[in-house]
């Protein structure tokens, strides 16, 4: 049955979905007087990306009366390594008509987990959503974006937080899952000069999530002179037994001040030493 009386809509969703192409698209088509069009998806496919022709083929074809097409869709595939796959190059080549807007789009391959992920958008100041960010990742400015996951086999080294802070400028919410050490930490090891690295700050965050973190990323959210945090606002999730290599079991100063800022500790149903609350004054 035909939906005519819609004539803008938008799909934001934070959860991977499965059934783009059996559900999403045909309820799309059904607005067939759809003149303004949002779509922000994380969309797990089998053998393909959503591309430019997807797009043409299976959407835009189908509303006559669409004006104004806003996307970021991040397609992604399990068992990528027995599957060929497009190119960033072909990705690209597939909005060579979208004229009006200069599309954005990048590869992410994860070889250990035989998963790869494509992302594909435009208007990055108005998404609300952005999946996963790892190195690859090309910039720009989203000032919607409250929530990230920063994701990777190979290490973040300290500019990439950098590029981050200036992305992502009104983030609250991020976790990190990386288990590889940075390659140039020795570089900017020293904790009391502040000229061997830029000190980054993330003035909203209010959530940090550590689990999967290797400690030299620890050590980046912790150290007042590789980050600086806002004062008695954020909450770590984080195991007590990484909390403790990375404050050399509480004593470090060089984590001090950040802690003394933490509102809150989330230790995955451990409870902070009576020894230690003193490092944690907030908390």
Same mark, same amino acid.
């Given at each position: 049955?035909?939906? *005519?009386?819609?004539?803008?809509?938008?799909?934001? &969703?934070?959860?991977?979905?499965?059934?783009?192409?059996?559900?999403?698209?045909?309820?799309?088509?059904?607005?067939?007087?759809?003149?303004?069009?949002?779509?922000?998806?994380?969309?797990?496919?089998?053998?393909?990306?959503?591309?430019?022709?997807?797009?043409?083929?299976?959407?835009?074809?189908?509303?006559?009366?669409?004006?104004?097409?806003?996307?970021?869709?991040?397609?992604?595939?399990?068992?990528?390594?027995?599957?060929?796959?497009?190119?960033?190059?072909?990705?690209?080549?597939?909005?060579?008509?979208?004229?009006?807007?200069?599309?954005?789009?990048?590869?992410?391959?994860?070889?250990?987990?035989?998963?790869?992920? &494509?992302?594909?958008?435009?208007? *990055?100041?108005?998404?609300?959503?952005?999946?996963?960010?790892?190195?690859?990742?090309?910039?720009?400015?989203?000032?919607?974006?409250?929530?990230?996951?920063?994701?990777?086999?190979? *290490?973040?080294?300290?500019?990439?937080?950098?590029?981050?802070?200036?992305?992502? *400028?009104?983030?609250?919410?991020?976790?990190?899952?990386?288990?590889?050490?940075?390659?140039?930490?020795?570089?900017?090891?020293?904790?009391?000069?502040?000229?061997? &690295?830029?000190?980054?700050?993330?003035?909203?965050?209010?959530?940090?999530?550590?689990?999967?973190?290797?400690?030299?990323?620890?050590?980046?959210?912790?150290?007042?002179?590789?980050?600086?945090?806002?004062?008695?606002?954020?909450?770590?999730?984080?195991?007590?037994?990484?909390?403790?290599?990375?404050?050399?079991?509480?004593?470090?100063?060089?984590?001090?001040?950040? &802690?003394?800022?933490?509102?809150?500790?989330?230790?995955?149903?451990?409870?902070?030493?009576?020894?230690?609350?003193?490092?944690?004054?907030?908390?």
């Amino acid at each position: 049955l035909s939906i *005519p009386n819609i004539k803008c809509f938008s799909v934001h &969703c934070e959860q991977t979905t499965n059934v783009y192409h059996e559900i999403i698209v045909p309820f799309l088509r059904r607005m067939s007087n759809l003149e303004k069009l949002s779509l922000n998806l994380d969309i797990s496919v089998r053998n393909t990306f959503i591309d430019g022709n997807d797009l043409k083929q299976n959407i835009i074809n189908h509303l006559s009366l669409l004006k104004r097409f806003e996307f970021h869709i991040c397609s992604n595939i399990y068992n990528s390594n027995q599957i060929h796959l497009q190119s960033k190059e072909d990705i690209q080549h597939t909005f060579r008509d979208f004229k009006d807007d200069q599309v954005i789009s990048y590869i992410d391959h994860f070889e250990e987990r035989e998963w790869r992920l &494509c992302h594909i958008y435009l208007n *990055p100041e108005k998404l609300r959503y952005y999946y996963l960010v790892t190195n690859h990742f090309p910039g720009g400015l989203f000032t919607c974006v409250r929530k990230i996951t920063l994701k990777e086999e190979h *290490p973040f080294e300290h500019e990439f937080f950098l590029r981050i802070a200036q992305s992502f *400028p009104f983030i609250t919410f991020l976790t990190i899952e990386n288990s590889k050490s940075q390659n140039n930490k020795l570089s900017k090891e020293s904790e009391n000069n502040n000229q061997v &690295c830029s000190t980054i700050k993330y003035p909203y965050l209010t959530a940090l999530t550590l689990y999967f973190a290797h400690d030299d990323y620890i050590e980046e959210f912790l150290i007042h002179t590789k980050i600086c945090l806002p004062d008695n606002t954020v909450h770590i999730n984080i195991y007590l037994e990484q909390l403790e290599r990375v404050t050399y079991n509480f004593t470090r100063d060089a984590t001090r001040i950040n &802690c003394a800022k933490l509102r809150s500790l989330c230790l995955n149903g451990y409870r902070l030493p009576e020894y230690a609350k003193n490092y944690f004054p907030n908390v």
